[in-house]
């Protein structure tokens, strides 16, 4: 697993790729084995996701008639939704890939998108522990949430410029088959696992 440390330096460069500064990618292992590695994003995601859950479960909690309770069924739904979220959009990136004739910077696709991951798991943590905290805030919480989607979109976009070169099309399709098929997924998933709030 990599360190904090080595983590800190796969950031650093996707970030330096947002700026448009080449130097990023000295940073990044963007070979089959850095793909691979790029996975662990996940167990760093851990925590900012299981802060997401418990929000998920009490706002879940709220719409239960009283009396009624949730078990660890509605963890394994969730740990389910999770992987699907993650794991679909890359297997989809994968195909366009390779319909699009660019299946050579596929692993680099996959690390930018597992890493980036990380610290925008955090954001949507910390919006949840503010409405757990202030629910009041709701309103302004969406508005930050909607903000950080549009955040994701431009950082990836602009990194998979730094890869693809400047074919705007096909940038701006790889980035809507990484970000659209989970907004879309987890509506669907949550209705079908029933862990939708009521």
């Known amino acids: 697993m990599p360190a904090l440390s080595e983590v800190k330096l796969y950031l650093f460069g996707l970030w330096l790729l947002v700026k448009g500064n080449r130097a990023g990618f000295q940073y990044l292992d963007i070979s089959d084995r850095g793909m691979m590695r790029s996975f662990w994003a996940i167990v760093w995601c851990l925590p900012a996701i299981g802060l997401s859950w418990i929000w998920w479960r009490l706002a879940f909690i709220d719409g239960l008639p009283p009396g009624q309770s949730l078990g660890g069924l509605f963890f394994l739904r969730m740990a389910m939704l999770e992987a699907a979220n993650w794991l679909i959009p890359i297997v989809l990136a994968g195909v366009l890939a390779g319909l699009l004739g660019i299946g050579k910077h596929y692993p680099a696709v996959v690390l930018t998108t597992n890493w980036l991951s990380v610290p925008f798991a955090y954001v949507y943590s910390v919006l949840s522990l503010l409405l757990i905290l202030v629910p009041g805030l709701t309103g302004l919480i969406a508005l930050v949430w909607l903000a950080a989607i ?49």
Request: aromatic share 6%; no cysteine.
């Open 150 to 198: 549009i955040g994701l979109v431009v950082a990836l976009s602009r990194i998979l410029r730094m890869f693809l070169g400047d074919q705007k099309l096909m940038i701006a399709t790889m980035t809507m088959v990484l970000i659209v098929p989970s907004l879309i997924l987890s509506d669907v998933l949550e209705q079908f696992l029933g862990v939708y709030p009521g």
